[in-house]
């Protein structure tokens, strides 16, 4: 069950910004777990983009940010490139029921 | 870098067991959370539990009920058992290094799709 919204798709022309939402509520981000994002590329396993809510791991281009607010986060993409086109997740921490890791509803950025 | 890769049957019949084993290499299993993570096919990402080396474990509370995630430190191994499966229980199943004290998860198998069959 996902409890972390985004929208399903977002596009952009190459070199456009383009911003990915992740909505969630007061019983993961709201309450203060940190927000993190992955890149899919076609037919391959996720890889982490954004750790921490704004940290990008070694080898992630500067291209990618991220940000969190109270109860939602965003994904921030600048000079929006062809391999660029993929699908992207966010994940968090949800304490209802007993607890447990949550990813979104995931988000596909199509390169115009 | 450490590296891991999913092993098992790539079918299963409806109502029997899945199981699966990610093998680590590249660096030890001790000291990390090792986790299984699912994709049904076109559809998103689904955390379904967590080990950590010591054999301390958390479930999705949806699949409590049929998990079993174990762990062999010395072959470097973790594995899935999943009960009593259905169709819905199709999807590409992942291992992957996490949720450690940051809560993400920073490597990733590439995947092992199980199909459930009637």
């Known amino acids: 069950q996902s409890v972390l919204t985004q929208p399903p798709s977002v596009s952009g022309a190459p070199g456009q910004r383009v911003t990915i939402s992740c909505t969630g509520s007061?019983?993961?981000?709201?309450?203060?777990?940190?927000v993190h994002w992955y890149q899919q590329l076609p037919g391959t396993a996720p890889k982490l983009l954004i750790y921490?809510?704004?940290n990008r791991p070694s080898g992630v281009p500067d291209r990618f940010s991220g940000s969190k607010s109270v109860t939602s986060a965003s994904l921030a993409i600048t000079g929006l490139q062809a391999e660029d086109e993929a699908d992207y997740y966010c994940?968090?921490?949800?304490?209802?029921?007993?607890?447990?890791?949550?990813f979104g509803t995931g988000t596909k950025v199509t390169v115009l | 870098q450490v590296q891991l890769q999913e092993s098992g049957p790539g079918l299963v019949k409806s109502s029997e067991t899945l199981s699966l084993t990610c093998t680590v290499s590249?660096?030890?299993?001790?000291?990390?959370?090792w986790s299984w993570i699912r994709q049904p096919p076109g559809k998103g990402l689904e955390w379904i539990g967590y080990?950590?080396?010591?054999?301390?474990?958390s479930y999705s509370p949806s699949l409590k009920s049929r998990v079993t995630i174990s762990v062999d430190t010395s072959k470097n191994q973790f594995s899935l058992r999943l009960t009593s499966v259905t169709a819905a229980d199709t999807a590409v199943y992942y291992c992957?290094?996490?949720?450690?004290?940051?809560?993400?998860?920073?490597?990733w198998g590439q995947g092992s799709l199980v199909t459930v069959s009637s």
């Open positions: 992957a290094r996490g949720p450690g004290t940051g809560g993400y998860f920073d490597s």
């Open positions: 590249g660096g030890s299993i001790s000291n990390y959370y």
């Open positions: 080990i950590h080396y010591s054999g301390i474990t």
């Open positions: 007061s019983s993961n981000i709201g309450a203060g777990y940190d």
């Open positions: 921490g809510n704004s």
């Open positions: 994940q968090s921490y949800d304490i209802s029921l007993t607890g447990f890791y949550v």
